[in-house]
């Protein structure tokens, strides 16, 4: 609208309106005011017959009208040109001319997370496990509390409503415990994660060739950029919360020491997995309706989880990929369980081991789906890894020293925690240990300073 078009005299008082001018677009300007004047009609008419029904529909309508309307909200930025785009290709392949209605739309900063976080507030009330909040600053600033908006975690209400709503008292040992999850996680992201994405990306965003190394290096790369880059944020999130009196839930226990795909998305962005498992996989039925529902399920939540992470058809496929790995685990663990063979003790340790190791390459295969750049790429990749084995000329470009060092000193720290089973910060080791460690850490984060900065890969989700 262009409101210059406008004219107020006061002298006599007098209004003039250059109509043309006002909504020069083809009329949007006058569609975008009747639609607002039809919502407004439709909820004074309607919402005093809601208010009139029996309680239980009542409350039943309004969790509909809470979960759709955030839905459509996200679905119209996420998603609207993914589907459109693709309906146009398949109605073009019959032959039909079609126009575009590609929308250059602006992705709200983190409108996944602070969805999610809606729905299961909505949900958690319905179901009677949370009663209401009616403080509407309290609401608002657990709805946008800034250090996990962009990549989480996703924190419940009933998590994180009561601290927010109760006053917080600050202690040294959480201060110190937040000042250390800030430079954990800026050391992961900056020294390890923004240090290999050169290398991975002259990959994966090459159009020329490149060897079975270039594609395997690289996806072992991504595979620790993508975890020190995201779970650094979380770090980041949870120190700087701690800072200020709060704690956000656990989002990463070691991740890359599982030895199967369950156990797995019980370590990996346990925020968003709980999440999946507690409003879709349980609502759908779980595993209470017999075991081809259980494996429907398990497949459905994990696509719907891909799609989640972004519009395109490789994290699709990575979901697939995903709930298949779901569901063959579960078809060769479900059985009875039998008598284990006499070795099973003896070398229980290296058995241990093997697994971790082999689902580690596997779930190496899922990342590179994950950052293909098309499904072309996927194939591509794929048919490089199983059948040009053995190409060894390197052409991917070297990381950074910072990150050649962080990596290793990133798995020592890791596996001393996983044999502690004590996957947080914890003041175990003596003072002059823990000083070392964290000089390590600056010294090799002012290293990685001079890395090309990225953004948060999961800030587009």
Same mark, same amino acid.
């Given at each position: 609208?262009?409101?210059?078009?406008?004219?107020?005299?006061?002298?006599?008082?007098?209004?003039?309106?250059?109509?043309?001018?006002?909504f020069?677009?083809?009329?949007?300007?006058?569609?975008?005011?009747?639609?607002?004047?039809?919502?407004?009609?439709?909820?004074?008419?309607?919402?005093?017959?809601?208010?009139?029904?029996?309680?239980?529909?009542?409350?039943?309508?309004?969790?509909?009208?809470?979960?759709?309307?955030?839905?459509?909200?996200?679905?119209?930025?996420?998603y609207?040109?993914?589907?459109?785009?693709?309906?146009?290709?398949?109605?073009?392949?019959?032959?039909?001319?079609?126009?575009?209605?590609?929308?250059?739309?602006?992705?709200?900063?983190?409108?996944?997370?602070?969805?999610?976080?809606?729905?299961?507030?909505?949900?958690?009330?319905?179901?009677?496990?949370?009663g209401a909040?009616?403080?509407?600053?309290?609401?608002?600033?657990?709805?946008?509390?800034?250090?996990?908006?962009?990549?989480?975690?996703?924190? +419940?209400?009933?998590?994180?409503?009561?601290?927010?709503?109760?006053?917080?008292?600050?202690?040294?040992?959480q201060?110190?415990?937040?000042?250390?999850?800030?430079?954990?996680?800026?050391?992961?992201?900056?020294?390890?994660?923004?240090?290999?994405?050169?290398?991975?990306?002259?990959?994966?965003?090459?159009?020329?060739?490149?060897?079975?190394?270039?594609?395997?290096?690289?996806?072992?790369?991504?595979?620790?950029?993508?975890?020190?880059?995201?779970?650094?944020?979380?770090?980041?999130?949870?120190?700087?919360?701690?800072?200020?009196?709060?704690?956000?839930?656990?989002?990463?226990?070691?991740?890359?020491?599982s030895?199967?795909?369950?156990?797995?998305?019980?370590?990996?962005?346990?925020?968003?997995?709980?999440?999946?498992?507690?409003?879709?996989?349980?609502?759908?039925?779980?595993?209470?309706?017999?075991?081809?529902?259980?494996?429907?399920?398990?497949?459905?939540?994990?696509?719907?989880?891909?799609?989640?992470? *972004?519009?395109?058809?490789?994290?699709?496929?990575?979901?697939?990929?995903?709930?298949?790995?779901?569901?063959l685990?579960?078809?060769f663990?479900?059985?009875?369980?039998?008598?284990?063979?006499?070795?099973?003790?003896?070398?229980?340790?290296? +058995? *241990?081991?093997?697994?971790?190791?082999?689902?580690?390459?596997?779930?190496?295969?899922?990342?590179?789906?994950?950052?293909?750049?098309?499904?072309?790429?996927?194939?591509?990749?794929?048919?490089?890894?199983?059948?040009?084995?053995?190409?060894?000329?390197?052409?991917?470009?070297?990381?950074?020293?910072?990150?050649?060092?962080?990596?290793?000193?990133?798995?020592?720290?890791?596996?001393?925690?996983?044999?502690?089973?004590k996957?947080?910060?914890?003041?175990?080791?003596?003072?002059?240990?823990?000083?070392?460690?964290?000089?390590?850490?600056?010294f090799?984060?002012?290293?990685?300073?001079?890395?090309?900065?990225?953004?948060?890969?999961?800030?587009?989700?």
């Open positions: 609208m262009q409101w210059d078009a406008v004219e107020i005299r006061t002298s006599p008082i007098a209004v003039s309106v250059k109509w043309s001018q006002l020069p677009s083809a009329g949007t300007g006058w569609l975008v005011l009747l639609g607002t004047v039809v919502l407004v009609a439709l909820g004074k008419v309607l919402y005093p017959r809601c208010v009139a029904l029996k309680e239980e529909k009542r409350r039943k309508l309004f969790l509909w009208v809470s979960i759709c309307a955030n839905l459509a909200i996200l679905g119209f930025f996420k609207f040109n993914f589907f459109i785009e693709n309906a146009e290709a398949l109605i073009r392949a019959f032959g039909i001319p079609v126009e575009s209605l590609h929308l250059n739309l602006l992705l709200p900063a983190g409108i996944s997370f602070y969805t999610f976080k809606a729905i299961s507030y909505a949900i958690d009330v319905y179901q009677g496990k949370m909040y009616y403080n509407f600053l309290n609401f608002a600033l657990f709805w946008a509390f800034f250090p996990p908006l962009l990549a989480g975690p996703i924190d +419940r209400a009933s998590h994180l409503l009561p601290q927010i709503s109760n006053p917080r008292q600050l202690s040294f040992q201060s110190a415990e937040g000042v250390f999850l800030i430079l954990f996680g800026l050391f992961k992201k900056v020294a390890i994660a923004d240090g290999v994405a050169s290398s991975v990306s002259a990959v994966y965003q090459t159009t020329g060739a490149v060897s079975w190394i270039d594609v395997v290096a690289a996806t072992f790369l991504f595979t620790i950029q993508i975890y020190c880059d995201f779970s650094g944020y979380s770090d980041i999130a949870r120190g700087v919360s701690k800072l200020f009196g709060i704690e956000l839930m656990l989002n990463f226990d070691l991740p890359y020491f030895k199967n795909p369950s156990e797995f998305w019980q370590r990996w962005h346990i925020s968003l997995s709980s999440w999946l498992r507690d409003y879709l996989y349980i609502p759908l039925g779980g595993n209470r309706k017999g075991e081809g529902r259980t494996y429907q399920n398990l497949m459905t939540t994990m696509v719907l989880g891909g799609l989640w992470h *972004g519009a395109a058809w490789n994290f699709v496929l990575w979901g697939f990929y995903q709930g298949g790995l779901l569901c685990y579960r078809a663990t479900s059985k009875p369980a039998t008598k284990q063979p006499f070795y099973s003790k003896k070398f229980g340790f290296l +058995r *241990g081991v093997a697994a971790t190791v082999l689902f580690f390459i596997i779930t190496c295969y899922g990342w590179l789906l994950f950052r293909a750049t098309s499904l072309t790429q996927v194939v591509t990749f794929t048919k490089i890894v199983f059948v040009d084995f053995g190409n060894f000329a390197l052409s991917m470009p070297k990381p950074p020293l910072a990150a050649l060092l962080g990596i290793p000193i990133l798995f020592g720290y890791e596996l001393l925690q996983y044999m502690a089973l996957p947080d910060f914890n003041p175990r080791f003596s003072i002059p240990a823990r000083a070392a460690f964290y000089a390590t850490l600056i090799i984060l002012l290293m990685g300073a001079s890395n090309a900065p990225a953004q948060f890969i999961y800030s587009q989700f």
